[in-house]
């Protein structure tokens, strides 16, 4: 979550697409072994014409020629590395992208850049209306999913879909400034068009660098303007039509190649107006506009949604995990009632409107249960009493009477539900990432500076740093109701004179880990949203902000088994870093700055979010 978006929602807090397939999909096989993907490509005609090539070559009619000089065998390209052997980046708090030696950044899509046809922003000018700015890359660039086309390599084109969280105040309004309670209808139609996804297609040129394709026909704005149809049980209380989505932090995707975009709001603050319950919901759209028009997920529950993760087994039944960045939330899992198809896309249409939502409870023995959000169980009925945020007072709060007579009611007070039901309240769980082979899911826990009372998944009062935990399904099934876990590392600088800050990471520390993906070669990639003047302790006997204890903003990557952390990726003054996307060859990044402040990424133009890649000169996979 962006601090521009805590400020903000402050005062409110009360083509066809491959079917993924785990390790046997094509991206897990392709990525595992390149050279797999000249034999797909040429498929069974090729390999059937060998032997008969073969037998050709052993035909020849001159009896006296002279045998022909063995043609001899070609040197196989060496097989790529996936080991990690990048020198670490040193902290720094330069206006600039940093990488390893041997690396190179290029900025892909700007705020206010073109997606769909119009006129781009122009430094000096404000938009005066919304026809202006509904064609523009939002602000506040965050989650995203790389998605692959029909017929094109994916590995020099496919889509991209990328969250924007937040407007860039800055290139739409003199002064970068907007206030709800006086705004114009205007003002309120381009700040809401700020906000919502992108979807472009990208390409890679013969130099080696991906470029949006003007004039796609997959290139499109869904915006805070937009209308979403509303699926599932609180359809019938809240509509079954949303004007807009907002706040869209962290993302995901499903197994027949849709986007998840997530709400990490339950009101909507540059519209009061709008009701608050139409806020707050997984959104589920087709980057391919072949399905269903794009459509708010009840079923999926109502809170500040991170990210969303899934896990599936060999029967296509499948676990949609996700984080309630709130100060605290909980931890959930859906599981749609049916098992998805692989074969037919539009069968899929509805799957997220069916099926149990859960919510985790860790037990301080590392074992923990989910727990049944469903009207009359697990204390969800009318009369139930709600204990509130026992975390962040040692007097506890007054417990709250809700009336949980409908399924509705509980989606859509999803929040007070998972506390009445038994779930444990974290220190601010946002990305969730699950292994490739399933047997391991990672959470992070950003930080939660008000933590007055400890357990054993949250164990730092004033958790400023944050931590990473570790899950593992029972029988590493999407349908278990049972799991272990383990706290996997505390963020932290070990030079900070308060032990409660110093952490234990091994290597290159960090504060506040936020955006984790897992590659397909399991590789685990940590990105970080510290407030870069808030408190961070005391280094040297004196008190120090997040700058001085650890610089910009990173992205690292950190060994699941030594732990041992490096640093891979500073970003400008004043950003976050958020949003991992690759090529299934691994060789192209997809990385989104959030909020820059300074001079980047046009030198004498207003800071602007953005999207940039990050690949290798030499052309091997990133991390090498």
Request: proline share 7%; aromatic share 8%.
């Amino acid at each position: 979550m962006s601090h521009l978006t805590d400020e903000a929602r402050a005062p409110f807090r009360d083509a066809e697409p491959t079917i993924e397939l785990g390790d046997n999909s094509l991206e897990a096989i392709v990525a595992a072994n390149p050279g797999r993907r000249s034999i797909l490509k040429n498929g069974l005609i090729g390999l059937s014409m060998l032997p008969l090539l073969g037998t050709l070559a052993a035909c020849g009619d001159d009896d006296d020629a002279a045998d022909p000089s063995p043609t001899p065998t070609p040197t196989p390209a060496p097989a790529p590395s996936y080991a990690i052997n990048f020198a670490s980046v040193a902290i720094n708090t330069n206006d600039t992208v940093t990488v390893p030696t041997g690396y190179t950044v290029d900025v892909l899509l700007k705020a206010g850049d073109l997606v769909e046809a119009g006129t781009a922003f122009a430094p000096g000018t404000f938009p005066t209306s919304v026809s202006q700015t509904a064609a523009w890359a939002g602000g506040n660039h965050d989650g995203m999913e790389y998605f692959e086309l029909s017929g094109t390599d994916p590995n020099v084109g496919g889509l991209l879909a990328i969250n924007h969280e937040y407007p860039d105040l800055n290139i739409l309004f003199s002064g970068a400034s907007y206030n709800a309670a006086t705004a114009t209808q205007a003002q309120k139609e381009i700040v809401l068009s700020a906000v919502g996804i992108s979807v472009v297609e990208v390409a890679k040129g013969s130099d080696g660098k991906f470029a949006v394709k003007a004039g796609s026909r997959f290139n499109k704005r869904y915006s805070g303007n937009t209308d979403y149809r509303v699926g599932g049980p609180a359809a019938g209380v809240i509509g079954t039509t949303i004007r807009g989505m907002l706040n869209n932090c962290a993302s995901g995707r499903t197994p027949w190649g849709t986007y998840l975009t997530c709400e990490e709001t339950t009101n909507n603050y540059f519209d009061p107006s709008r009701a608050a319950n139409g806020y707050g919901w997984v959104v589920e759209i087709d980057p391919y506009q072949e399905l269903a028009q794009p459509t708010k997920r009840t079923a999926m529950g109502r809170f500040s949604h991170e990210n969303v993760a899934y896990l599936s087994n060999a029967s296509n039944r499948v676990a949609f995990y996700m984080g309630d960045d709130s100060t605290p939330g909980c931890i959930y899992k859906f599981v749609p009632a049916d098992a998805f198809s692989t074969t037919n896309r539009a069968a899929n249409t509805n799957l997220l409107d069916y099926g149990t939502l859960y919510v985790a409870r860790f037990n301080a023995d590392g074992t923990g249960e989910w727990r049944a959000l469903v009207q009359g169980q697990n204390g969800l009925v009318p009369g139930a009493v709600d204990p509130g945020n026992v975390s962040q007072s040692t007097t506890p709060p007054a417990p709250v009477t809700v009336n949980f007579a409908t399924q509705s009611d509980v989606l859509i007070n999803c929040q007070s539900a998972a506390r009445v039901a038994g779930g444990t309240i974290m220190d601010r769980p946002e990305w969730i990432t699950v292994a490739p082979n399933g047997q391991s899911i990672f959470v992070t826990l950003t930080n939660n500076s008000g933590r007055r009372v400890t357990d054993a998944p949250n164990p730092r009062v004033q958790n400023l740093h944050g931590h990473i935990l570790k899950f593992r399904e029972n029988g590493d099934s999407p349908l278990a109701t049972g799991f272990t876990w383990e706290i996997f590392l505390l963020a932290g600088n070990p030079s900070l004179t308060e032990a409660n800050l110093k952490g234990n990471i091994s290597g290159d520390y960090f504060s506040s880990p936020d955006g984790l993906r897992i590659d397909p070669q399991g590789r685990l990639w940590v990105q970080t949203d510290h407030n870069l003047t808030g408190n961070a302790g005391t280094l040297s006997g004196a008190a120090s902000n997040m700058v001085q204890a650890f610089g910009n903003n990173a992205m690292f990557y950190v060994d699941q088994s030594t732990k041992q952390s490096k640093r891979f990726l500073v970003g400008p003054t004043g950003c976050e870093i958020t949003g991992i996307a690759y090529t299934p060859d691994l060789k192209s990044f997809f990385i989104n700055i959030q909020h820059p402040d300074g001079n980047w990424p046009v030198s004498g133009q207003p800071p602007r979010s953005s999207t940039i890649v990050v690949r290798r000169t030499d052309g091997q996979p990133v991390g090498n």
